[in-house]
DNA sequence: ACAAATAGTTGACAAAAGCAACTATTTGTT
DNA sequence: AACAAATAGTTGCTTTTGTCAACTATTTGT
C-alpha cells in the first residue's frame, strides 16, 4: 500500500515537472496560464457566469473578475447580463475569441506532436489509454463510486475473449496458487473440447467486464444425463469482494433452472477454498474427492454438486 | 492522429486541474509550491549545487537564490563552500530539513491515500500501473530512444503466454481481417495439438515483448521428414516496422538451421500480404494455394516452403 | 596572462494572486 | 410585504511570486 502511494507521488512530482507548470506567458500568447484555462473553460461551456468559472478553475472572484476585465478589452468575450439573475452577467467568447482558442489549441497540439512524434503508434495508444485510465479513475476516486456499478456482464464471447480467459487462468493460478505451465495447458484443452462440441442453446459463457477487460468468467457446460458442469470459475484478485463472483454464479445457476438442469457440478480443489466458500453458500455440496499429483502441486481434486429442484420454480 | 492529440491535451488539462496546481502554501507547511519543489530535489540529490538546482527545477537563480537563503534562515539546509569549485556551494538538508521533508511526504502520502481510499485494490493497480506507464513513455518521447532497444525477446514460455497468444490471434484477425471467433476457436485447437505433442527439444516459440507485454510471436513445429512448420507469426500492429517481425523471423529460422532441418514450411492466407512479403524477403517460395471458405471468408490459403541448405553453415 | 564564462548574490521591478470592502441584486424568513 | 442574509460581481490594496540586470568571486580556455 505504502510503495502504491509513494509511486503516485512520484507520478505528480514528474508530471508536473514535464508540464512545467509554473510558466507563464502561456505558448507565446499574450495570456498567463490562469488566463488561458479561463479561456479553455469559457469556450468548452459556450456561456458560463463568472460565478460559475471562479467555482470551476479556484479562482479569487477578484482575481478572475480582472482576467475578464482584461479579456473583454481584448475583444475576446462578452458580456451581458442574464436573464435569470440580474447580478449575474452571461459570458461568451466572442468570434475573435474563438479564433485566439483556435489558435492557443492549435500551438498546443503543435507541441503535443512533436512530444509524441518519436513514439510508435502502439507506444501512442498506449499512452493514451494510459491516460483515459488515470482521468477515469480519478474522477471516480473523486466521485465515491462503487465497483460494482463500473462492472458490467456480458454473456457473449467476442474474437479474443477465449484467449483472454485461457491466459487469465494460467496466470492467475500460477501466481496464486502456484501451478505450472502445465495447468495453462490443460486449460487449452478444456477449451479445445468445449469449443469442439459447443451447443449455442445449452453451453454459456458469462463474462465479468471493468473498463472493457475481462476481470472474471464463469460458464455452463450442457452434460449428459440432463446435467449441467460449471466451469472457468475465476474473478481477477483486484476485484474480488464486490460481488462480482456471486454476481455470476447467480446468472449461471440461473441459466440452470431455466433449461431445467437436474443438477449442476462443479470440480475443483482443495486450495480454491474461497470459491468454494461460495460454492457451498449457493447450496452446492461436496460429493467426491480424490488425491492427485498435478500442476507440480499435491492437490485434494473435490467434486461438488447442487440438485436443482425444478418444483422451485413454481 | 488529432484524435490522439486532443486526447493528450485533454488530459494534461484535467490532471492540471487535478492537481490544483497554482496551489501555493503548499499542504499547509509554510513553504510554498516552488519552495517545496526545491526542498523535494535536494532530499533527492542529498547533495546538490544551487546551479544544478535551478537547471533542474527550470527556476531564476536569483530566485532560487533568495529560497536558499530563506531555507538557510530556517536551518533547512546548511551550505558549505564545494571543494571542487570555490565559486559553488554543496547544498545538503539539515536533520532539521530532513524531518520538514519527512512531513511533507506524510501530508501528501495522506492525501493520496484519503484520494485512492474508494478505490478497490485492481482499480488502484491499474491506476499506478497507468502513471509508470505515462512516466516510461513521456519520458521516452523526450529521450527519443528508437523503439527496437525498449522490445526484448524470450525463448521461454510463462504462465499466461499461450492464452495471451490466442487472445492477440483472435483479437487481432478480427480487427484486421474480419475473421469470425471460429478463427480463434481454430487457434485454440493448433495450440492445443502443439502442446499435446510439445517436444522441448524441438518445437520451439519466441515472444517480442514491450514493457513485459507480448507484442509479437513466432514458432517453429517439428514435422515429420526432418521439416519444420513455422506457426504463429504475428507482430501487434503498433509494433509494426520497427524490424520486431524480421528478428522473429530470423531467430526461428536460425533455430531450423542449427537443427539443420532441411525444409520450413508454413500456411497463410492471401489476406497476409505484409508477411508473405517478409517471408519472401526471407527465401519463402510458395509452393501450393488453395481456395476456402473459412473464418467468415473466402479465402486464398497458400503454402511457402523455404528449403534450407546445410552446406551454407560451413 | 588575460578575456570569456560561470556560480552565486542582490536590488529593482513586474506580474500573479489573495483579501476585504463595496454595490446591486436575490433568496429566505417571519 | 419587509427585511436580514446570502450571492454575483467590482475595485483598491496587499502580499507573493517570479524576472531581469548588475555585481563579485572564481574558473576555464587559449
Not at 19 to 37: A, H, K, M, Q, T
Not at 127 to 140: E, P
Not at 141 to 154: H, M, Q
Not at 212 to 220: F, P, S, T
Request: aromatic share 10%.
Amino acid at each position: 500500500m505504502d510503495g502504491k502511494i509513494s509511486q503516485i507521488r512520484l507520478f505528480n512530482r514528474f508530471y508536473t515537472a514535464q508540464l512545467g507548470i509554473p510558466s507563464n506567458r502561456f505558448l507565446d500568447s499574450p495570456y498567463s496560464l490562469s488566463e488561458v484555462r479561463v479561456l479553455y473553460e469559457i469556450g468548452e461551456h459556450g456561456c458560463i457566469t463568472a460565478h460559475r468559472l471562479s467555482e470551476l478553475l479556484q479562482l479569487d472572484k477578484g482575481y478572475l473578475s480582472r482576467i475578464l476585465k482584461l479579456y473583454r478589452r481584448d475583444g475576446i468575450i462578452e458580456k451581458k447580463p442574464s436573464d435569470a439573475d440580474r447580478r449575474a452577467y452571461d459570458i461568451r467568447l466572442t468570434d475573435r475569441g474563438k479564433a485566439q482558442l483556435a489558435e492557443l489549441q492549435r500551438k498546443q497540439d503543435e507541441q503535443i506532436r512533436r512530444f509524441i512524434g518519436s513514439l510508435r503508434s502502439g507506444e501512442c495508444d498506449r499512452l493514451i489509454s494510459a491516460m483515459q485510465t488515470i482521468k477515469r479513475l480519478v474522477s471516480m476516486a473523486s466521485d465515491n463510486k462503487a465497483l460494482g456499478d463500473r462492472v458490467t456482464y456480458r454473456a457473449e464471447l467476442y474474437p479474443g475473449d477465449i484467449g483472454y480467459l485461457i491466459h487469465l487462468h494460467g496466470k492467475l493460478y500460477a501466481e496464486e496458487s502456484g501451478y505450472s505451465q502445465a495447468f495453462e495447458c490443460y486449460v487449452v484443452k478444456t477449451f479445445y473440447e468445449f469449443l469442439e462440441r459447443y451447443k449455442p442453446d445449452k453451453d454459456k459463457v458469462w463474462l465479468a467486464l471493468y473498463d472493457g477487460e475481462i476481470v472474471g468468467c464463469i460458464a455452463i457446460v450442457d452434460r449428459p444425463g440432463n446435467e449441467a458442469q460449471l466451469r472457468w470459475f475465476l474473478v481477477h484478485p483486484g476485484f474480488r469482494g464486490a460481488g462480482i463472483g456471486r454476481n455470476l454464479l447467480e446468472m449461471a445457476l440461473a441459466h440452470c433452472r431455466e433449461r431445467r438442469y437436474t443438477c449442476v457440478y462443479l470440480l475443483t480443489t482443495d486450495i480454491q477454498q474461497r470459491a468454494i466458500a461460495m460454492y457451498k453458500c449457493m447450496g452446492f455440496r461436496p460429493t467426491a474427492a480424490v488425491e492427485v499429483v498435478q500442476w507440480g502441486k499435491v492437490l485434494r481434486e473435490e467434486r461438488y454438486d447442487l440438485l436443482l429442484d425444478s418444483s422451485e420454480e413454481r
